[in-house]
């Protein structure tokens, strides 16, 4: 263990020094590269940053307004027979949208329920089998100026719905 810890701790020195000794064998201006790359990236984030705004911020009057709470009730209704919590309706929701969001409420759930109760391992099980679906999708779409997105929103919902189903099914059944 000890070796690929080792390792692991090489890995960027030597990339970068990989990177400088390959740019400079092939005779190219390695700090102008970088600087082209630099004003590339700056851009991406000008791209971005309407997206960010606009996620949380619907997300933020969702959850101060109490409609996530409200939603969750209500779902929670139809939920509770398959053995989902209603508790988790509003992480599952929210995750699609925001992961900092997702977890606040993540700790919420944490600090009611504690980490070891049944609602608390599905809603950190929940979190790490489960993607910020429409965040990468406006984000890495955005930026470069996808508009038909095909298949990607319902691939990316079916792989969620599984993320939570395996979360409920692990610390139902497997307990």
Same mark, same amino acid.
């Given at each position: 263990?000890?070796?690929? #810890? +080792?390792?692991?701790?090489?890995?960027?020195?030597?990339?970068?020094?990989?990177?400088?000794? +390959?740019?400079?064998?092939?005779?190219?201006?390695?700090?102008?590269?970088?600087?082209?790359? /630099?004003?590339?990236?700056?851009?991406?984030?000008?791209?971005?940053?309407?997206?960010?705004?606009?996620?949380? !911020?619907?997300?933020?009057?969702?959850?101060?307004?109490?409609?996530?709470?409200?939603?969750?009730?209500? =779902?929670?209704?139809?939920?509770?027979?398959?053995?989902?919590?209603?508790?988790?309706?509003?992480?599952?929701?929210?995750?699609?949208? #925001? #992961?900092?969001?997702? !977890?606040?409420?993540?700790?919420? $759930?944490?600090?009611?329920?504690?980490?070891? #109760?049944?609602?608390?391992?599905?809603?950190?099980? $929940?979190?790490?089998?489960?993607?910020?679906?429409? +965040?990468?999708?406006?984000?890495?779409?955005?930026?470069?100026? $996808?508009?038909?997105?095909? +298949?990607?929103?319902?691939?990316?919902?079916?792989? !969620?719905?599984?993320?939570?189903? /395996?979360?409920?099914?692990?610390?139902?059944? =497997?307990?």
């Amino acid at each position: 263990m000890k070796v690929i #810890s +080792y390792l692991s701790s090489l890995m960027i020195p030597f990339l970068l020094f990989y990177v400088i000794g +390959y740019g400079l064998l092939s005779k190219r201006d390695i700090y102008r590269d970088f600087l082209d790359g /630099a004003c590339e990236g700056l851009r991406t984030v000008g791209k971005i940053v309407p997206a960010l705004i606009g996620l949380m !911020t619907g997300v933020g009057v969702l959850r101060a307004s109490g409609f996530l709470e409200f939603l969750g009730g209500l =779902m929670g209704r139809v939920t509770e027979s398959f053995g989902f919590p209603a508790e988790l309706v509003p992480l599952t929701l929210v995750r699609m949208f #925001s #992961s900092s969001a997702a !977890t606040g409420l993540l700790l919420d $759930i944490f600090k009611e329920f504690g980490t070891d #109760s049944p609602t608390g391992l599905m809603a950190g099980l $929940i979190l790490g089998a489960t993607e910020s679906v429409f +965040y990468c999708m406006s984000v890495y779409f955005g930026s470069i100026k $996808i508009q038909k997105t095909r +298949y990607t929103l319902p691939g990316a919902l079916i792989a !969620t719905v599984a993320g939570v189903i /395996a979360a409920v099914w692990m610390v139902r059944w =497997m307990r």
